[in-house]
């Protein structure tokens, strides 16, 4: 089996770390190497015996810099092949072998999330899986061929260290929650990449979440006003339709953004969402 790295990035959420972590060690293959970088202090991180861990503290003065975090993930890695886990994954036992069966160069390979209803006690997948759901509108891509780049997300996905630097890596003047993935997946359809999904999967653990994301109302905003000066096209039209309905942004002719008020307090708990994805 070749050698490969993991790269894993949090931001609290500790017990979700050690989850993952667990089922890393329970997976069929073990990685040479997991990288933790921290965007926030490295307190109180949990030990995985049997997995050569390294924690990193990222030194940002934004308060949820992910593509920065992950570029320092990657450069810390010290194998050809990467495998990016968010941290609220729990990986099933194959999921590595599936995902390195097909990697190449040339292409980037994913796998589909199933959602658990609550933040489990462990990270052992074969406990918990008959407990998730699949997303209704990820469970119907195709896997085994090559799918649309715009179906890219950076929850999982497996890339080889030549192909991340062809792309360039993620574009750090992406600050806080949304598009930075998006953008992302536009550099490497440039440069030609595929992406593949492989029929394993993660579970996602519950956490609160909110659709729309108001509690990351401005960093969506900065981010899609960024991505539209890169790429001519609005990212994340749905959030953003979502809050011109509210009231909170008009979006001209142009596709320029117009803020007229930020969110509430109880608009944002409002928007607090009562499914596992």
Same mark, same amino acid.
């Given at each position: 089996?070749?050698?490969?790295?993991?790269?894993?990035?949090?931001?609290?959420?500790?017990?979700q770390l050690a989850n993952l972590l667990e089922s890393i060690r329970l997976s069929v293959v073990l990685p040479f190497d997991v990288q933790v970088v921290c965007m926030d202090d490295l307190e109180e991180m949990p030990v995985s015996k049997g997995l050569n861990i390294n924690f990193h503290r990222i030194k940002q003065t934004h308060e949820l810099p992910l593509a920065a975090a992950r570029n320092v993930g990657m450069n810390a890695t010290k194998t050809t092949n990467i495998i990016f886990i968010d941290v609220d994954?729990?990986?099933?036992?194959?999921?590595?072998?599936?995902?390195?069966?097909?990697?190449?160069?040339?292409?980037?390979?994913?796998?589909?999330?199933?959602?658990?209803?609550?933040?489990?006690?462990?990270?052992?997948?074969?406990?918990?899986?008959?407990?998730?759901?699949?997303?209704?509108?990820?469970?119907?891509?195709?896997?085994?061929?090559?799918?649309?780049?715009?179906?890219?997300?950076?929850?999982?996905?497996?890339?080889?260290?030549?192909?991340?630097?062809?792309?360039?890596?993620?574009?750090?003047?992406?600050?806080?929650?949304?598009?930075?993935?998006?953008?992302?997946?536009?550099?490497?359809?440039?440069?030609?990449?595929?992406?593949?999904? @492989?029929?394993?999967? @993660?579970?996602?653990?519950?956490?609160?979440?909110?659709?729309?994301?108001?509690?990351?109302?401005?960093?969506?905003?900065?981010?899609?006003?960024?991505?539209?000066?890169?790429?001519?096209?609005?990212?994340?039209?749905?959030?953003?339709?979502?809050?011109?309905?509210?009231?909170?942004?008009?979006?001209?002719?142009?596709?320029?953004?117009?803020?007229?008020?930020?969110?509430?307090?109880?608009?944002?708990?409002?928007?607090?969402?009562?499914?596992?994805?």
């Open positions: 089996m070749v050698e490969f790295s993991i790269v894993t990035i949090v931001k609290g959420r500790r017990k994954c729990i990986v099933s036992p194959t999921l590595f072998s599936n995902l390195l069966k097909d990697l190449s160069v040339k292409n980037i390979v994913t796998a589909y999330p199933l959602y658990l209803p609550m933040l489990p006690d462990s990270g052992n997948y074969n406990n918990l899986k008959h407990m998730a759901v699949p997303h209704p509108n990820r469970e119907e891509i195709p896997s085994g061929a090559p799918v649309g780049h715009l179906q890219f997300w950076s929850l999982i996905f497996a890339i080889q260290k030549p192909t991340f630097e062809n792309i360039g890596g993620f574009d750090e003047s992406f600050t806080g929650y949304g598009a930075e993935d998006t953008d992302f997946a536009m550099m490497f359809h440039q440069a030609h990449i595929d992406l593949i999904f @492989v029929r394993d999967d @993660v579970l996602h653990q519950y956490h609160d979440k909110y659709d729309p994301p108001l509690n990351y109302f401005n960093s969506i905003i900065e981010n899609a006003i960024r991505y539209h000066q890169k790429w001519k096209v609005l990212p994340m039209k749905r959030w953003l339709k979502a809050f011109e309905k509210m009231g909170l942004i008009k979006i001209d002719s142009a596709d320029c953004i117009t803020v007229f008020q930020k969110p509430s307090a109880r608009q944002i708990e409002d928007s607090l969402s009562q499914h596992p994805y």
